[in-house]
């Protein structure tokens, strides 16, 4: 867990929202879905999602001149403290998993990429 | 004929002093009569703030396994939302007054809730996530409502 990556994924949800970022998707041998961007400088960030039945982890990832600098994970599980749920690890949770949406959104394309393409099935008929 | 007079006297004050006996009594026991009705009123009103306060709670859980994508727990969580609403809402319908409606809207908007998590998966669209965190909070939000007016009534009945 990183306060740094907490705070670079709030910056990144934002100007991925904007259209500001042009996220790839990454071919992944180990199933999971995972996208990239690369900044200035040879900085990139990668973020993944590994869905497991219920249980769901997003590790967000900076890189600098090809290798992993920062890491952070983000999953689920929300965690109890005295019988009480931890609502920061969900604040967390959904910070991680609302960037992971922005930017999957981005790559595929939204709810206007699905209505044309139906339209254009449709057209065919 | 003196002694006549005096017990027709005598007689006249003994009813005169039952009487006002009589009316004391009366006057107590409708005092005591109110007091008790007031008492279980107001522990009916403990109950239903004491009831709605719960269902608050599980709404508010129901709210985060939804925002933590836990689609198991959160069918758990409102399944039991809708059977408490359906028992609450019968038990305190008299003083529920408009809100009984309301809380039947509730009931059925969980229901669907429940209905549709229990068939599919979390959604992972970013629309289909974001409509049911709004109508999650919503369901938060009247129960939340109903739970202040419930008290505040009781308040102002107190």
């Known amino acids: ?125 | 004929m003196i002694l006549h007079d005096l017990f027709d006297w005598s007689n006249a004050g003994v009813g005169g002093v039952g009487l006002l006996l009589t009316i004391a009594a009366i006057v107590q026991a409708t005092g005591a009569k109110r007091a008790a009705r007031e008492a279980r009123q107001a522990v009916y009103h403990r109950n239903a703030a004491d009831s709605f306060s719960e269902i608050v709670r599980l709404a508010e859980q129901f709210a985060t396994w939804v925002e933590c994508e836990r689609r198991a727990e959160a069918v758990v969580q409102v399944r039991e939302i809708v059977l408490r609403l359906a028992r609450d809402r019968g038990e305190f319908d008299r003083f529920l007054a408009s809100d009984a409606d309301k809380l039947k809207d509730v009931e059925s908007n969980c229901q669907r809730l429940a209905d549709m998590l229990g068939q599919e998966e979390f959604p992972l669209s970013s629309s289909a996530k974001r409509d049911l965190f709004r109508d999650t909070l919503m369901i938060v939000q009247e129960l939340s409502a109903v739970l202040g007016r419930v008290r505040a009534k009781g308040d102002q009945e107190e």
């Open chain 1, 1 to 125: 867990m990183s306060e740094k990556l907490d705070q670079f994924a709030r910056d990144l949800l934002e100007k991925t929202r904007a259209n500001k970022l042009d996220w790839r998707i990454m071919a992944n041998p180990m199933g999971r879905e995972e996208f990239s961007v690369d900044l200035e400088k040879e900085y990139r960030f990668h973020i993944w999602l590994v869905v497991s039945g219920e249980n769901r982890a997003i590790t967000l990832q900076l890189w600098k001149d090809q290798r992993p600098v920062l890491e952070s994970v983000a999953n689920n599980w929300p965690g109890i403290s005295n019988g009480e749920i931890v609502q920061e690890r969900v604040k967390r949770f959904r910070a991680y998993s609302d960037l992971f949406d922005a930017v999957r959104e981005s790559v595929y394309g939204g709810e206007e990429t699905m209505g044309e393409v139906e339209q254009l099935l449709r057209r065919i008929g």
